[in-house]
């Protein structure tokens, strides 16, 4: 049986050493994905333009103004001279914000009563707007407290805090929306890879007739569809590892926990997402069927059911189930796990034995419709 699935596997590789454009395809592709997504989807709002329709026209002003720009979050587009002004800035987008100081800010300040200032935010993309409401709550109460000290120095008395709340991040301390998406990102990508490639493997066979020869070999289901899927297995690996280092060299994402754990569980992974793509390539009859069951089955159910980006918990109860239907979810939680937390293995053990329990159904099916093509002929 051994020689049987090795000479199985070594045809593959043999038929893939051939392929230049599909090897071309393996290796390059997810680095490029890599490089395109993890550039182009960040949650980190940064450089907001502002306006400033400054009434008051003081120092406090001036200083309130110069402490947002000073920092890498707001940058200062132009003053506003006139009410009328502020709602084109909006309309034409060419502020997000604009900052509106009243007339007699700094008389009330100097006689110790409460200031309101405005701030009108476009709303139409609600994540951003609620960036821009915290910066400018903290960017407000940080020069509130630094008004205070100021006057508490003069007066001779000392800032009393009854409760002084010291937030610290653990695991992300820049809260880097980069470093939390990369890892489902890799899972998006070895997942994509691996069904796609593998899911080509029989089909080509089918297309090719040369699945009429291993039909009449005593070659059984089981060690056909195993001696298929281990190319893929070590080609899947070594991509792994180039997203890794791909990950490492571009966004410092650094392995914090075990490799060996690692190790283990990108195998599990590679199991489900394998099993899955070898059960598309005993189904289908073509190469572009087989291409398009993989894309439809790998790249969207991982983009959006697999917590990369969009929260599982957030999800109604139904979609949260539904979520079960690609394993990129259960390596998401691994990678995190390992990569960001450095955990053991006591924080993902079910998310392994979910991989096992998906890999074990979707490679079952494919033998059982390996073997009833096989009765047919």
Same mark, same amino acid.
């Given at each position: 049986?051994?020689?049987?699935?090795?000479?199985?596997?070594?045809?593959?590789?043999?038929?893939?050493?051939?392929?230049?454009?599909?090897?071309?395809?393996?290796?390059?592709?997810?680095?490029?994905?890599?490089?395109?997504?993890?550039?182009?989807?960040?949650?980190?709002?940064?450089?907001?333009?502002?306006?400033?329709?400054?009434?008051?026209?003081?120092?406090?002003?001036?200083?309130?103004?110069?402490?947002?720009?000073?920092?890498?979050?707001?940058?200062?587009?132009?003053?506003?001279?006139?009410?009328?002004?502020?709602?084109?800035?909006?309309?034409?987008?060419?502020?997000?914000?604009?900052?509106?100081?009243?007339?007699?800010?700094?008389?009330?300040?100097?006689?110790?009563?409460?200031?309101?200032?405005?701030?009108?935010?476009?709303?139409?993309?609600?994540?951003?707007?609620?960036?821009?409401?915290?910066?400018?709550?903290?960017?407000?109460?940080?020069?509130?407290?630094?008004?205070?000290?100021?006057?508490?120095?003069?007066?001779?008395?000392?800032?009393?805090?009854?409760?002084?709340?010291?937030?610290?991040?653990?695991?992300?301390?820049?809260?880097?929306?980069?470093?939390?998406?990369?890892?489902?990102?890799?899972?998006?990508?070895?997942?994509?890879?691996?069904?796609?490639?593998?899911?080509?493997?029989?089909?080509?066979?089918?297309?090719?007739?040369?699945?009429?020869?291993?039909?009449?070999?005593?070659? @059984?289901? +089981?060690?056909?569809? !195993?001696?298929?899927?281990?190319?893929?297995?070590? $080609?899947?690996?070594?991509? *792994?590892? &180039? #997203?890794?280092?791909?990950?490492?060299?571009?966004?410092?994402?650094?392995?914090?926990?075990?490799?060996?754990?690692?190790?283990?569980?990108?195998?599990?992974?590679?199991?489900?997402?394998?099993?899955?793509?070898?059960?598309?390539?005993?189904?289908?009859?073509?190469?572009?069927?087989?291409?398009?069951?993989?894309?439809?089955?790998?790249?969207?159910?991982?983009?959006?059911?697999?917590?990369?980006?969009?929260?599982?918990?957030?999800?109604?109860?139904?979609?949260?189930?539904?979520?079960?239907?690609?394993?990129?979810?259960?390596?998401?939680?691994?990678?995190?796990?390992?990569?960001?937390?450095?955990?053991?293995? @006591?924080? +993902?053990?079910?998310? !392994?034995?979910?991989?096992?329990?998906?890999?074990? $159904?979707?490679?079952?099916? *494919?033998? &059982? #419709?390996?073997?009833?093509?096989?009765?047919?002929?």
């Amino acid at each position: 049986m051994l020689n049987r699935i090795f000479a199985i596997a070594k045809k593959e590789l043999k038929q893939l050493s051939r392929d230049t454009r599909m090897l071309f395809i393996i290796f390059f592709f997810p680095v490029v994905l890599l490089i395109i997504f993890g550039y182009a989807i960040n949650f980190d709002v940064k450089h907001i333009k502002i306006a400033v329709y400054d009434q008051d026209k003081s120092d406090y002003t001036r200083e309130y103004v110069n402490g947002l720009i000073s920092s890498e979050y707001f940058d200062l587009v132009t003053y506003v001279q006139d009410e009328s002004e502020i709602k084109r800035l909006l309309d034409e987008k060419i502020v997000q914000a604009v900052v509106v100081f009243p007339n007699d800010l700094s008389r009330k300040l100097l006689s110790k009563q409460e200031v309101k200032v405005q701030y009108l935010i476009d709303g139409v993309d609600g994540t951003t707007a609620s960036a821009i409401q915290n910066y400018v709550n903290a960017a407000t109460y940080s020069y509130s407290i630094k008004l205070t000290k100021e006057y508490l120095a003069v007066t001779g008395k000392n800032l009393y805090v009854p409760i002084d709340l010291q937030p610290r991040f653990w695991f992300n301390p820049e809260l880097q929306s980069t470093k939390f998406l990369i890892p489902g990102l890799m899972g998006m990508i070895l997942i994509v890879t691996a069904v796609i490639s593998i899911s080509l493997s029989i089909v080509r066979e089918k297309e090719r007739g040369t699945i009429e020869q291993i039909n009449v070999s005593p070659l @059984s289901s +089981f060690e056909f569809i !195993l001696g298929k899927t281990i190319p893929y297995i070590f $080609i899947s690996l070594i991509n *792994a590892t &180039i #997203v890794l280092v791909a990950g490492y060299i571009l966004f410092g994402i650094v392995i914090q926990g075990s490799l060996l754990l690692l190790l283990f569980g990108t195998l599990m992974f590679l199991f489900a997402a394998l099993g899955l793509g070898i059960f598309i390539s005993t189904v289908a009859d073509s190469q572009q069927v087989a291409f398009q069951a993989a894309n439809v089955t790998s790249l969207l159910p991982s983009f959006i059911l697999s917590g990369f980006i969009f929260p599982i918990e957030t999800m109604p109860i139904a979609i949260q189930v539904l979520t079960n239907v690609t394993p990129a979810k259960f390596y998401v939680v691994i990678l995190r796990a390992i990569l960001l937390r450095g955990a053991g293995i @006591s924080a +993902f053990w079910n998310q !392994l034995i979910y991989l096992g329990i998906f890999g074990t $159904i979707f490679i079952t099916l *494919a033998i &059982i #419709v390996d073997k009833r093509s096989k009765g047919k002929n």
